[in-house]
């Protein structure tokens, strides 16, 4: 008989139980670490989305100013998948923290100055049907490639 020993995804811990089984038939785990952020997790996902390595990907992709097709075509998982992680994620904000949080309060005046080449870029998706129409505005740092701003909306010039 074999003994396989379960991790909890967020914490590591060891002190998992089994919280009943997925509509595929997939055996769900809960971990008992009361200061864990994971609710139930999975060992085998059916599908490819759900993979918290893959939400990462995702994540990490979208503030390197990768787009929605490409992120879906390099992590095989669907564009709508992608645009759905992204609505969730509380770690995308409108303004690039870590772009600006490396930086010391001092040092900010010193070094705003007029931009030589800024990069506005505008991709468009929809989920479900095509009428209503999300638009992702990014504006990029010409020279690093860093995204500096983004925002979802509309085709609008207040948008813009």
């Known amino acids: 008989m074999a003994c396989l020993q379960i991790r909890c995804p967020a914490c590591q811990s060891t002190d998992v139980i089994t919280h009943g089984i997925t509509a595929q038939g997939k055996q769900r785990y809960r971990c008992k670490n009361p200061h864990c952020s994971s609710q139930t997790f999975l060992v085998e996902y059916s599908h490819q989305g759900r993979v918290p390595e893959v939400k990462h990907h995702i994540l990490e992709r979208t503030l390197n100013g990768r787009g929605?097709?490409?992120?879906?075509?390099?992590?095989?998982?669907?564009?709508?998948?992608?645009?759905?992680?992204?609505?969730?994620?509380?770690?995308?904000?409108?303004?690039?923290?870590?772009?600006?949080?490396?930086?010391?309060?001092h040092e900010i005046i010193m070094k705003i100055r007029k931009v030589e080449e800024a990069e506005v870029d505008e991709m468009w998706s929809f989920v479900g049907k095509k009428t209503p129409q999300r638009w992702l505005w990014q504006a990029m740092d010409h020279r690093t490639g860093v995204v500096l701003a983004y925002v979802w909306g509309t085709h609008q010039d207040d948008v813009f």
């Open 68 to 105: 929605i097709r490409d992120m879906a075509r390099v992590l095989p998982i669907s564009p709508t998948t992608v645009i759905e992680e992204l609505k969730k994620a509380p770690q995308i904000q409108p303004i690039n923290d870590r772009a600006i949080h490396h930086i010391e309060p």
